[in-house]
Structure formats: structure tokens, C-alpha cells
């Protein structure tokens, strides 16, 4: 990814009055990505810190791709689907109920504050509760600060030009894997 | 490497006043990859798509990226453009900077920036996309209808005159449902039997519907166009084929005194019995519970207590040795219409539920409900059509009805509305009225709720012409004092307590779901409420279909419906199907599950977690047959692509076309 891609969500340091969370969202097709495009056609307006990556169901929600965010430089992560009992496929959202439950914990062992993971229902006609959900979570986020742990546990492993993707001066977000793969 | 064309949507001013696209598309052709990228200001006119057209052959793109509104709105249009250009649909991809970005933002830089990441994730997303095809697979064009009232019958009748086969599976020995039990139907007073039964008899005579009475569905597998039913024929105790309907096993029958279910108690029936006169088929069952010789042989008994019924056959048509058989039917479609029933409040209530003690109905004998009025109303019923108290046959002088038992009522009933009481409430005042001159008839009301073509002006017609005392309030108590009923209630619009010294009463007790349902539901693998009824895939759009695929519910299955919607619900599952068996084979999306059997590692914990049951196990064996291992098997005729197996799988063996691991990490890495 080259520089101009480089989404400009002013990062800065720990503690910088101007810090601004960036968060990754993970939501289902049928609930609450439909709920969201509800907060859009109702003109809604949200904090502009949330990135929505668009699933089939909560249930394809891999906690892996929690972690994949948090590392890629996430400050939070949202993930959210249809109420239980509303699953588009019967019974996705129980399964994610269940997986998140223990991913919650997991990260709060580690050392992941619990403020940067927000777990939501929101159905396809709840767009103001979609809204609340952004500013909430970017709230809660912005409150703890940025996610810097992961980097520094990593930052004796890895080589420099490697770590550069963390360093949250402006510099570009080199995404060597992907570029690899591309 | 990839030949990605990005193209960003202006939406007219929708996008551009607060996104920056000129930019967007700079910094999106930017992207390794990239090759094309533009803005225009609306993507999805003609000129927007042939502009993506052009750009396809002229740059030799094999992906393409719209950054414009939500995919819910213009993926199949954008899919369908790519397509046209001859690239494979699935290689096109939506950012969402419209309803996610463009308004919900009003700072340009900030929603410039996260469109701009939007469109990257989909970038990279679209590199790892696969062309795809659409699967294919072969219909069953037959259909199961569950259930022989009148939406099953309308269902089966309509797929019937459509061209395909039905096979109509009916609980009881006849069809009909609770419609043939109705005296006279709302708004218009027709003679219900007069308007049914036609259509029963249709259904006997059409050439394209099998009926199967007195049956039950046992199992079902397989999954849309591909149903294998199989089907418990219930042990009747009469040959069919031999019986003629003549009737006289009924009155040889020692057993007269059976409550009849039918006439909802109040009349009376034989062991060996037709339903009612008009039933269709016209062939008797034993009621095995109630006949001598079956509860003699229960007991042991060495010799049979009673044969009057064979001895009476001049056919030979009684055959008290006959079981329960099975057999299956293959179909592309099922409906569900197991209708109704009426929630009991008697001494022994349904589990969960103990309200209306109050009340007394299954106590004093001249409390009864709504449908046990219909057959004192009906010309076919135990008294003939007179209006005749149970406890002494006297005519009641005075009456009084109470809407909403049961019904609206979170406390002690259900807290949903039942829909058709206050109709025929009104229904039964005025039959009342007809019937009983000089009569009076109090209604206890909360809200009277007469919303469909015609109602209103009936339940006027109800309180105006008929004289109908319409008091707007609840009934706290009744007791039997000497002859009458004292009925205690409110009149809140006047504020006094009222008492009535009644004869009868008959209370309108709220629609409940079917005892069973449930089991039918899991049968069929779709979902219900909490009270027994079947969801509906999406209450507006998509009403008769449930969220399997290929299998369609009409009536009061799925919440209480009167006979217009019934009847129309049927109709329109009737026309989904004649649409589904259009074509010979089924055209699907094919964002399905796959999985690779060499990294499977044959733990089945996806079959597991399949809603659907779209994961079996298959053996691979070597060239001697000996089974080397087992492995997951996606059938994707039954997959509905929701992916829980693959986030599930240890080896991450499943991908979900679409939404691979591939594509969403490569998402991920691009924010």
C-alpha cells in the first residue's frame, strides 16, 4: 500500500489530546450491516473512527480475525450481528454468543483492556442503535488510548521496516504480507 | 498480479459533498494492483455502467471494485455489468461510501480518509476472489402439503390446477379443518360447509393431488428441489379400497357415547365413526382408545369383546389386524399448514399455562368457547342449528360473550392478539340474534379490532341492526347461582360495575399453535416462536417462506389468520412453487461452504455446528474398499453459506466462496 492510501485517522502518541482511535468492525449482512445502512439513509451522524468489514453472519466471525486486527494496528474491535433468535441462518449469532464469551476473557488475561472489544445486536431496523454502538465503542476507546501492547511484546521480534506499520507517526502502514501475496 | 479498475461513485451530490472522490480515486489507483481507476457521477446509470464495461475490455480487468452505495442496493446490478463485459460476477466488489461514509460523516477529510480505507479493504479483498458459477440442481417437481384444512387445501388445489403433483398429508381421517366445523363465516354469513366442501371433494377427485388422510409426517431429509418425505400411515382398522361408506359399522358400533371431537364434545359419536357426514374421504377409522375389542385385547384379553362392525360390513372391509406402515415420497417443495386450536382453560391447561380459573369454563356446563358456539349454530351440529344451553337444552335468553380470553394478555395468557374474535363475536351475536328472538347478548370487549374489507361495517351492523350490548371493559368472576350465571364485570366507559344474571356465556379464547408443532418445525429445520408459531422468513417480504429453503408455511401455522388470509397465504405459496418447479433444475448463488478432504482432518465439528444439516460424513477408501478415513462433505444443495463451520474448523478446512480466509485477512491487512 503505498502512501497516499494511507487512511489519515490522525494517529499519535499515547497520551496525545488529539489521539484518534481507529476500529475495526466485523458485523453480519443481514442484521447489522443492513442496520447500519438504516443509520446511513437516516443521515445519522457517527464518529468517523470505525471500519466495517462485511461477513455473511457472526458466526463466520473467526476470533482469529479479532486478533488479525488488533495486531494490524486496531485500537478496538467491534463485532455485532442479528439479536439471538433473529440469525439470518438459524443459529450463526449463538455460536459467536459463545466464541466471543471466551475470546473476551482470553484478552482481558492477556492484558487487552476489555474497553477495546464491543460486542452488539443490532438488528436491520436498530440504525440509531448502530450509531450509539460507534460512538460508544469509539469513546471507550479513545478513553484507554491507543493499542500499543501487542507492538511492544513483538518489538525485539520483529526487524524495523516491520514494526514501521505500528509506529503511529503518520508513517505509511506498509502491508509487506499483502503486497507479497498481491 | 491482479488488473484491478476502481470506480467511484459521485451518487449526483450523495457522495461527493462530503467525500472527496477526485482524491478517492487517486489514492484507491494508487493500490499495487490498480490499473484503472475513475469517478463518475452516478456508477449505476447506463452511461456509469457501460463506462465500466469500456474499462473492462479496454484495460483488460479481471477485478473490479464500485466504491458507491451499500451492496444491498447495486452488487447485482454492478455483477450484472461486469458480467456483461464477459468477466466472471464475482470477481466485482462494493465499497460502501454512501450510507457507511459519505452520510454519516460531515468532516470531508476524516470521511475522505475512511473512504478511502473502504475501498482499499475491498482492493485487496477482490484480489483473492474466484470466479464462480451458479450451482445447479435437478427439482423434484412434486410438492407435500402437511396439513388438510383450508389452506392446505387451497395450496394443494392451486399447485394441482398449476400443472404438478401434490401430496396432501392430513392428521385426521378427514380433511377439512377447523373451517368444516364453522357454522356460518364472517363478513358475509355464508354457509361455511356450503363454500368448503366443494373444495374437499375438489381435492378428492383432482388427478394430480394424492390424498393421505389420517397420516402423519415422520421424517424429512434432504433439503430444497430434493425432499425425501417419509410419511406414517396411521393404522385405520378399514380397508379403503373395500369400504363404501355405507355407514352401517357406525350404527352396529356397541360404543355410541364418545365425546365427539368434532362437534367439540357436545355430541356424541362411535368408536368406528367418520368425523362428520360430509368428511372426505368418506371411510371410518376405529378410535382404537375407545373401541371394546382394542381395549379388551389391551388387557389380554382371550377372546374379542366385540366384532358388531365386521359382522355388520357387507364388504369385509374391517381388518382389526392392520399396523401403522410407512412409505416415502420424494418432493421439491413442502408447505406447512397445520392451522390452529383453541387454547383450553379448562381444569387441565397446557403446560406453562394455569389462567382463567375465574371463568369456570370445564365447570359449570354452560360456559363454553367459540368454536363449541359454532356447532350449536350449525345446521350439521348436536342440536341441529337451535341454540340450546348444554346443562338442561333450554334457550338461553340471556347471553353473554368475552373477547380477548387468553389473548393481549402478558400476565396470565399470550400477550399477542388473536385476530379473529372480535369477528366472530360479532359473527355470534348476530346468529344469536337470528336464532334466539328476543334473546339479549352482552359482549365484553377491550378493543374491537375489525380491520379487514367489510369488517367494520359488520361488527356495526353487530351492535346497530342486531342489538348486540357491546360493553367496553373485562370480567372479573362468574358463578353458577340456581339457574343462571352471574357474570361480574367493568363497563369502564361508564365507570360502573356491571353484573350479569346470563344463561350462557361463551368465552373467545385466544388461537394457539398446534400441539406438535414443534416437532414438526425440527423436522423441517425451521424456526418457530416461542408460542408454537412458524417464522416467516421476513415478515414483509418474504411472508409463506421460512428460512429453509423450499419449504413455504400458510395459515394459522404461522400466527392467527382468518379463512381470507389463510386462503391467500396458500395461493401465494402455491405461486412460489409453481415458480420454484419453473424451471427442471435450480439455479442458486454460489457463496457457498467448501471443503478440501486433504487437509480435512474428519473431526465433523462443522457437521456439528450446521444449522442445516448441510455436513455429512463421507468415507474415502482405498482401491480395496477398506475405508482409509472419513472427511467432511459439503451437500451444497443444502448449504446456505452463513460460514459458522469455517471459523469452527481446527484445520480451517472449509472456505466459504466469498468470504474466504484469504479475502478477509487480506481485508483486515488493508486497514
Known amino acids: 500500500m503505498s502512501k497516499s492510501t494511507q487512511p489519515s485517522t490522525p494517529s499519535s502518541a499515547p497520551g496525545d489530546v488529539a489521539f484518534e482511535p481507529r476500529l475495526t468492525a466485523f458485523v453480519c449482512n443481514w442484521c447489522t450491516y443492513t442496520g447500519a445502512d438504516l443509520a446511513g439513509t437516516s443521515r445519522l451522524q457517527m464518529a468517523a473512527n470505525v471500519r466495517i468489514i462485511r461477513l455473511p453472519c457472526t458466526g463466520r466471525i473467526d476470533p482469529l480475525f479479532v486478533v488479525k486486527a488488533f495486531e494490524r494496528g486496531a485500537d478496538g474491535v467491534i463485532v455485532s450481528g442479528c439479536h439471538p433468535a433473529d440469525c439470518h441462518y438459524t443459529a450463526g449469532n449463538y455460536h459467536a454468543r459463545r466464541r466471543f464469551a471466551v475470546l473476551q476473557e482470553l484478552l482481558t488475561f492477556l492484558g487487552v483492556e476489555p474497553e477495546r472489544l464491543t460486542f452488539s445486536w443490532v438488528s436491520a431496523s436498530e440504525g440509531a442503535k448502530w450509531a450509539d454502538v460507534v460512538n460508544g465503542a469509539t469513546e471507550r476507546v479513545r478513553a484507554v488510548g491507543p493499542f500499543a501492547a501487542y507492538r511492544a511484546l513483538v518489538a525485539d521480534a520483529l526487524p524495523a521496516d516491520e514494526l514501521q506499520p505500528a509506529a503511529r507517526g503518520g508513517a505509511p502502514r506498509a502491508t509487506t504480507a499483502t503486497e507479497e501475496r498481491a | ?671
Open chain 2, 1 to 671: 498480479m491482479a488488473r484491478v479498475g476502481v470506480f467511484v461513485c459521485h451518487c449526483g451530490e450523495n457522495i461527493a459533498r462530503t467525500v472527496d472522490v477526485q482524491a478517492v480515486a487517486a489514492a484507491l489507483g494508487e493500490l499495487p494492483g490498480v490499473v484503472h481507476a475513475c469517478e463518475y457521477k452516478y456508477m449505476c446509470s447506463d452511461p456509469g455502467q457501460s463506462l465500466i464495461k469500456q474499462a473492462i475490455q479496454d484495460q483488460r480487468l479481471d477485478r473490479v471494485v464500485v466504491a458507491a452505495c451499500s451492496p444491498h442496493m447495486h452488487e447485482k446490478t454492478f455483477r450484472k455489468a461486469a458480467a456483461a463485459a464477459g468477466l466472471n460476477p464475482f470477481l466485482a466488489e462494493m465499497a460502501n461510501i454512501r450510507e457507511h461514509c459519505s452520510w454519516i460523516h460531515e468532516d470531508r477529510a476524516a470521511a475522505t480518509a475512511k473512504a478511502i480505507a473502504l475501498g482499499a479493504t475491498l482492493v485487496e479483498k477482490v484480489k483473492h476472489n474466484r470466479p464462480l458459477s451458479p450451482i445447479r440442481i435437478p427439482i423434484e417437481r412434486r410438492a407435500l402439503v402437511i396439513g388438510g384444512g383450508i389452506a392446505g387445501i387451497q395450496a394443494a388445489l392451486d399447485i394441482a390446477d398449476g400443472g404438478r403433483e401434490v401430496v396432501l398429508v392430513e392428521k385426521d381421517p378427514s380433511i377439512g379443518g377447523h373451517m368444516s366445523q364453522l357454522s356460518e363465516t364472517f363478513p358475509t354469513l355464508d354457509c361455511s360447509q356450503c363454500i368448503l366442501t366443494p373444495r374437499m371433494v375438489e381435492v378428492y377427485q383432482h388427478p394430480r393431488i394424492k390424498l393421505v388422510t389420517y397420516a402423519e409426517v415422520e421424517s424429512v431429509e434432504g433439503y430444497i428441489g430434493n425432499f425425501k418425505v417419509t410419511i406414517r400411515q396411521k393404522a385405520r382398522s378399514v380397508d379403503p379400497d373395500k369400504c363404501n361408506g355405507c355407514g352401517e359399522c357406525q350404527q352396529a358400533c356397541a360404543q355410541q357415547k364418545i365425546p365427539s371431537e368434532f362437534d367439540q364434545g357436545l355430541g356424541k359419536r362411535s368408536a368406528i365413526y367418520v368425523p362428520f357426514p360430509q368428511a372426505v374421504p368418506n371411510i371410518p377409522v376405529i378410535d382404537r382408545k375407545s373401541c371394546s375389542l382394542f381395549r379388551g385385547r389391551a388387557k389380554k384379553a382371550k377372546k374379542d369383546a366385540c366384532r358388531k362392525c365386521a359382522d355388520a360390513c357387507g364388504r369385509q372391509a374391517i381388518d382389526f389386524d392392520q399396523q401403522d406402515t410407512f412409505f416415502t415420497e420424494q418432493v421439491g417443495a413442502i408447505v406447512i399448514a397445520t392451522g390452529y386450536q383453541l387454547y383450553s382453560i379448562g381444569k387441565e391447561q397446557p403446560a406453562g399455562l394455569s389462567g382463567y380459573g375465574e371463568y369456570g369454563y370445564g365447570q359449570i356446563p354452560d360456559v363454553i368457547d367459540g368454536l363449541q358456539f359454532e356447532r350449536l349454530a350449525s345446521a350439521s351440529g348436536p342440536t341441529a342449528g337451535r341454540i340450546l344451553r348444554p346443562s338442561d337444552g333450554k334457550e338461553p335468553r340471556t347471553i353473554v360473550f368475552l373477547q380477548c380470553v387468553g389473548s393481549r394478555d402478558p400476565q396470565k395468557g399470550m400477550e399477542y392478539c388473536s385476530k379473529i374474535c372480535c369477528m366472530y363475536v360479532a359473527k355470534h351475536t348476530m346468529l344469536y340474534h337470528h336464532k334466539v328472538h328476543g334473546g339479549r347478548a352482552y359482549v365484553f370487549y377491550m378493543d374491537i379490532r375489525a380491520t379487514g374489507k367489510g369488517y367494520d361495517e359488520f361488527t356495526r351492523r353487530a351492535i346497530e341492526e342486531n342489538g348486540a350490548i357491546y360493553l367496553r371493559g373485562r370480567v372479573s368472576r362468574m358463578y353458577r347461582d340456581g339457574d343462571v350465571i352471574r357474570v361480574h364485570g367493568m363497563d369502564t366507559l361508564s365507570g360502573e360495575p356491571v353484573v350479569i344474571a346470563a344463561d350462557m356465556v361463551v368465552l373467545a379464547t385466544a388461537m394457539r399453535s398446534q400441539p406438535g408443532i414443534d416437532a414438526l418445525a425440527q423436522k423441517l429445520s425451521v424456526s418457530y416462536d416461542r408460542h408454537g408459531f412458524i417464522n416467516e422468513a421476513h415478515p414483509k417480504l418474504r411472508p409463506v417462506e421460512t428460512n429453509t429453503a423450499g419449504v413455504f408455511v400458510a395459515g394459522a401455522c404461522q400466527a392467527p389468520r382468518d379463512i381470507p388470509d389463510s386462503v391467500a397465504m396458500a395461493s401465494a405459496t402455491a405461486s412460489k412453487i409453481l415458480g420454484l418447479f419453473s424451471a427442471e433444475e435450480l439455479e442458486r448463488e454460489p457463496t457457498v461452504a467448501r471443503i478440501d478432504p486433504m487437509t480435512c482432518i474428519g473431526c465433523l465439528q462443522c457437521a456439528r455446528v450446521c444449522a442445516y444439516g448441510a455436513i455429512t460424513e463421507r468415507a474415502i477408501t482405498d482401491r480395496q474398499g477398506n475405508v482409509v478415513r472419513v472427511v467432511a462433505d459439503v451437500n451444497q444443495g443444502v448449504c446456505q453459506g452463513c460460514g459458522t463451520c469455517q471459523a469452527t474448523c481446527p484445520s480451517k478446512t472449509p472456505e466459504l466462496e466469498g468470504f474466504t480466509d484469504e479475502q478477509v485477512y487480506a481485508a483486515i491487512n488493508a486497514l
